[in-house]
């Protein structure tokens, strides 16, 4: 997966603390957004974003906060931890237009919080 | 927004042709299909994407139907490296930008 990276990959938490996860991406892609993926399930939207400065909740927006400062990157935060937020996140990017673009995720960060 | 349905697992016979339905019956005419797999919890790699005509490439096949309500993923040669989750995504726009909705996938697998 060239070209999207997050970080970190692992990592555990204990309920109530915060953290905040990074996905970097060197493609210059205007969209970006940020899935979640529980045990048995397929991804799940959480929070997007279609350029620098703007956010849209997806379907699955609540104990989390996201931030687009510059282009190339997109957090999620997460400010009080629990247990339900323990996940398997994956980040992506896709370029926008008008035609099909591709759609490129990162290798996953995985979240458990006790 | 659109939703998918695919079957929940199938299996195939290594070398055989794999095919992988997809019903996306409230799909509108801008939304394209899109294939991707998901090998353990890896993330998803990108197999193949259409709107109306079929496509093919060095990884498979998509085959639509006219009324755009379903598609098929094939894998003409099925190899046991084929063994993994295939997600039919659909591509939403909406009035912000777009995004993309997956179904829970079909768990493929080839058997030796």
């Known amino acids: 997966n060239a070209g999207v990276t997050q970080t970190p990959k692992f990592r555990v938490l204990k309920t109530g603390q915060s953290m905040t996860l990074l996905c970097a991406q060197d493609m210059n892609h205007e969209y970006m957004y940020w899935y979640r993926q529980d045990p048995g399930m397929g991804l799940r939207l959480i929070h997007y974003s279609v350029g620098e400065g703007t956010t849209a909740k997806g379907e699955v927006p609540d104990g989390y906060n996201v931030s687009r400062l510059k282009k190339q990157n997109f957090l999620l935060g997460l400010e009080s931890a629990a247990p339900s937020q323990t996940s398997v996140y994956f980040c992506a990017s896709v370029s926008a237009g008008l035609s099909g673009n591709t759609i490129y995720f990162g290798e996953g960060s995985w979240l458990t919080v006790v | 927004d659109a939703k998918t349905t695919q079957p929940t697992s199938m299996d195939c016979a290594e070398g055989r042709a794999a095919n992988l339905p997809c019903n996306h019956s409230?799909?509108?005419?801008?939304?394209?299909v899109y294939w991707y797999r998901q090998i353990h919890s890896q993330g998803p790699q990108y197999i193949i994407h259409?709107?109306?005509n079929n496509e093919t490439n060095e990884m498979a096949s998509l085959i639509i139907t006219e009324d755009r309500k379903s598609s098929t993923l094939i894998l003409p040669h099925a190899t046991l490296r084929d063994t993994a989750v295939y997600y039919c995504i659909v591509r939403v726009r909406d009035n912000y930008g777009q995004n993309f909705v997956f179904g829970p996938g079909t768990r493929l697998s080839v058997l030796p």
């Open positions: 409230t799909i509108s005419g801008n939304e394209y």
């Open positions: 259409g709107l109306k």
